[in-house]
């Protein structure tokens, strides 16, 4: 005899059938707090189907449509952590330097910490202070700042002076009484509660009352409970009511500065889920807003997809690369973050496949940029910049000698023993082998010594690596120097002064020299020199001409002289507005044959009268003259609350001279004349 088992005991999962799948639908519709518009749509799209045939396409649609609805978290979030001592440990744990940013950060801290933190105020009116100080009494055990007020007059001046959450008034007082302060405190604070108490109540009192707008409406004796009970409402729903709104904070700054990894720091400091999102070579719009269900395979967009696999309404999302994101027939997805990044839009937020309003306001967006010119003007506007200028020669070698050299050591196993980088040791890495703003090209290279000193233990007969590598032993293995930082001029020369420029890798010293020989009058620009640059000279050459008699000079001296400004290193394309000063000032020492001082170096435009107009990369700029040997450095007035500003150890190392007219700086740049 041969017994068949039936077909849904050998596979329990065909047994459910759709019928249990829609029972489960509406177990998940039951557990998710869904809002009540939300809800709707869920109903509606549940009676979609049960009268829809389980085998048509229409119905597996309709069920990930439910899904998706029921999984994402409209209501979920983490709590914030207000600490500002652990925050400021974890920034300063997992960063060196970057001073202005983790102040930016804090900043927002603090503001969120007085906004949550801070007790819901409550103003009691009455002309009875036994009744005063009860409601004081009662309301200051509930946790709530009170302040108390004897008649309407007196509550309204305090009105003028304090913002208050609730105002908890009697209707019979002198001078004003609760109806005339109901009508003026909603003139003058439309978002405070309002509620009347009265022992003469009526039903054409409330009825005015609430029409005037009142929010509730209390008889004497008042029950404690029920003023509890109302305060406690209309608290709880103006909390929920309130917008908090999440920053949309853009990062920007050279490759290697740690952008990404400090927006890793910011999600672990506040208690936040983390979610990281590279839009760059993004192309389609539909990837961000996601793709209507009439398509087939469609699916909510990014931002959805990664709110529901974090499970929260108010992660740390970064959008790096923003500015790499790119554009095609299918759309711009560069218009899309308009929408996202936009606190006054995103409350509102529409995916396309949902088809119901997620509000994105409690997200911390943070974007990440290289080249803030390659982003739309509507969008920059959206966003608040922290720029990231890049770290000083201390900071790189407390950076490599506290994270980059230990994790290359355990990733290449020279664990036992730990070789010992001497400090001579990394700067010569971060000096003679990198040439950039970050850290990113010094973490490859002290990679490349761990790949020799791993090969040296393997080495068949060899003694196994040494365990303390000096400036030395690192030279020999990295082979010859690959840069070299442009140094001030070690004597003093006619027509050849130091400028500061700023580049992607940081600030540098760069020589200006000047020459002339007879001719008929001609300016001669060399050096790969832009347009911004060779406007510069002719400038600095006009105030020279106009200001002849000033430095003593003919003024017909251009008249039978050609003169030439060069500047080294004419392969590399070089502009700007900062050398002007630097131009003028080496045209002077040639021409009134006073040599320019070694140790001194200048950055800034000039005008035409020889106003010295503000330039950019003050910190950068500093940074190369302290590494190049300079002890003066020339700066402009207008830079001067940017000098303020920095590392009291920057300003230290070079004396800076801030100055409003070029005329100012001639005696500091240019030696006395011999006699």
């Known amino acids: 005899m041969i017994f068949f088992k039936r077909s849904d005991e050998e596979n329990p999962d065909q047994a459910k059938g759709p019928h249990n799948d829609l029972e ?103 002309d009875e202070e036994i009744a005063r100080m009860n409601l004081e009494h009662v309301l200051k055990k509930e946790g709530y700042a009170v302040r108390t007020a004897a008649n309407g007059q007196e509550a309204l001046d305090q009105v003028r002076q304090w913002s208050f959450d609730l105002i908890i008034t009697d209707l019979k007082m002198d001078k004003m009484d609760g109806m005339a302060l109901l009508s003026e405190a909603g003139k003058l604070s439309p978002s405070t509660q309002i509620v009347i108490v009265t022992g003469y109540a009526t039903v054409q009192s409330a009825v005015q009352a ?10 004497k004796p008042i029950s404690l409970d029920e003023l509890r009970q109302t305060a406690r409402e209309l608290l709880g729903a103006r909390k929920a009511l309130t917008p908090s709104r999440g920053p949309v904070l853009c990062f920007t700054g050279p490759p290697g500065t740690g952008k990404t990894s400090i927006g890793m720091a910011i999600a672990e400091a506040l208690g936040r889920k983390f979610h990281r999102m590279s839009v760059a070579g993004l192309r389609d719009e539909a990837e961000l807003r996601g793709h209507r269900r009439t398509y087939v395979g469609a699916m909510p967009g990014k931002i959805i997809q990664a709110l529901r696999r974090l499970g929260v309404n108010n992660p740390v999302i970064m959008l790096d690369e923003i500015d790499k994101v790119g554009q095609d027939f299918r759309g711009d ?69 506290r994270h980059l050299i230990p994790r290359q050591c355990a990733e290449h196993g020279l664990t036992r023993p730990f070789p010992e980088f001497t400090p001579d040791a990394v700067r010569a890495i971060i000096r003679d082998y990198t040439a950039e703003a970050g850290v990113r090209g010094l973490d490859r290279e002290i990679g490349a010594v761990c790949r020799k000193l791993a090969r040296m233990a393997l080495k068949e007969g060899g003694e196994g690596y040494p365990g303390r590598l000096d400036a030395g ?66 400038t600095a050459l006009s105030y020279i001409r106009g200001n002849a008699e000033a430095f003593a000079l003919d003024p017909d001296f251009f008249a039978a002289l050609d003169l030439h400004i060069h500047i080294p290193a004419g392969a590399i394309p070089k502009d700007g507005p900062s050398a002007g000063v630097t131009i003028l000032m080496a045209l002077l ?27 950019a990369g003050i910190r950068e700029k500093l940074l190369a003259a302290q ?47 011999a006699r």
């Open 24 to 126: 489960e639908l509406r177990g998940q519709v039951r557990s998710a707090q869904l809002p009540e518009a939300v809800a709707a749509i869920v109903a509606k799209e549940l009676g979609k189907l049960e009268r829809t045939d389980p085998s048509v396409a229409e119905h597996a649609i309709g069920q990930g449509y439910v899904d998706w609805l029921c999984g994402l978290p409209w209501r979920s979030a983490t709590e914030d952590c207000l600490d500002f001592a652990k925050v400021e440990r974890v920034l300063s744990g997992s960063h060196a330097g970057l001073f202005h940013v983790k102040e930016r950060l804090l900043e927002y801290l603090a503001g969120r910490t007085l906004a949550a933190g801070a007790a819901p105020h409550v103003l009691v009116v009455d």
């Open 210 to 219: 609430l029409r005037t707008g009142a929010a509730h409406y209390l008889t």
């Open 333 to 401: 997805p560069g218009a899309a973050f308009l929408e996202i990044l936009d606190p006054e839009q995103n409350r509102q937020f529409l995916d396309l496949y949902i088809d119901a309003p997620f509000d994105l306001s409690q997200v911390m967006f943070i974007a990440t940029a290289n080249d803030l010119s390659r982003l739309d003007a509507p969008l920059r506007d959206r966003l608040e910049v922290v720029n990231f200028p890049g770290y000083t020669e201390a900071e790189k070698e407390g950076i490599a000698l």
């Open 473 to 538: 032993l690192v030279g020999a293995l990295l082979g010859p120097r690959r840069f070299s930082h442009s140094a001030a001029q070690a004597a003093p020369r006619l027509g050849v002064v130091n400028g500061l420029v700023w580049s992607d890798a940081g600030g540098e010293i760069v020589l200006v020299e000047a020459a002339r020989m007879k001719g008929t009058g001609q300016l001669l620009l060399t050096g790969s020199l832009g347009e911004v640059l060779k406007e510069s000279a002719q």
């Open 589 to 615: 020492s040639l021409l009134t044959g006073r040599k320019a001082r070694p140790g001194v170096a200048l950055t800034g435009e000039i005008s035409l009268g020889g106003m010295l107009l503000p330039v």
């Open 627 to 673: 590494r190049g040997g300079v002890r003066t450095v020339c700066l402009p007035e207008g830079n001067r609350p940017e000098v303020e500003t920095l590392e009291p150890d920057l300003r230290a190392a070079v004396e800076v001279v801030l100055a409003a007219h070029a005329a100012d700086l001639v005696d500091t740049v240019l030696d006395v004349p």
